[in-house]
């Protein structure tokens, strides 16, 4: 009386398509819910300021570097200073590079002292320029 409907090939190709198709867009969910990306320090680094020496600090001139992390992971910055011409230029442990390591939302400042480079043989007044810092993550 009825009569079975004919299936053909291309029926189950797409029904094969729709599933796959689900199955993907599942996974995409779950992955894209799961791990919504990681945090990153987001550290800013100001330029060098002169500053009045911290007691104990024997230097011509201080100059003070403020940073903070506005990111939303704790990070750290490895800094190293360039003293200017006819200059020496260190950190208070007589290092020219540093490390910094700031928590979220954590500020600190880096001290450098600036002494006149005696050696260099240059005629008149010595001078204490600011020297150039450069940082970078790591």
């Given at each position: 009386m009825f009569a079975s409907p004919r299936v053909t090939p291309g029926y189950y190709i797409a029904l094969a398509l729709l599933?796959?198709?689900?199955?993907?867009?599942?996974?995409?969910?779950?992955?894209?819910?799961?791990?919504?990306?990681?945090?990153?320090?987001?550290?800013?680094?100001q330029p060098p300021v002169p500053d009045q020496c911290p007691q104990g600090y024997h230097a011509t001139v201080c100059y003070?570097?403020?940073?903070?992390?506005?990111?939303?992971a704790g990070g750290s910055e490895t800094c190293m200073l360039t003293p200017a011409p006819g200059t020496k230029a260190t950190f208070p442990d007589q290092a020219t590079t540093t490390q910094v390591t700031l928590g979220i939302g954590e500020q600190s400042s880096l001290w450098?002292?600036?002494?006149?480079?005696?050696?260099?043989?240059?005629?008149?007044?010595?001078s204490v320029d600011s020297p150039t810092l450069a940082c970078a993550p790591g």
């Open positions: 599933v796959f198709g689900l199955v993907t867009g599942a996974g995409l969910f779950v992955l894209l819910t799961a791990n919504p990306g990681t945090a990153h320090a987001d550290i800013v680094v003070r570097v403020d940073m903070m992390n506005h990111g939303h450098v002292t600036v002494l006149p480079d005696t050696s260099s043989g240059t005629a008149g007044e010595p």
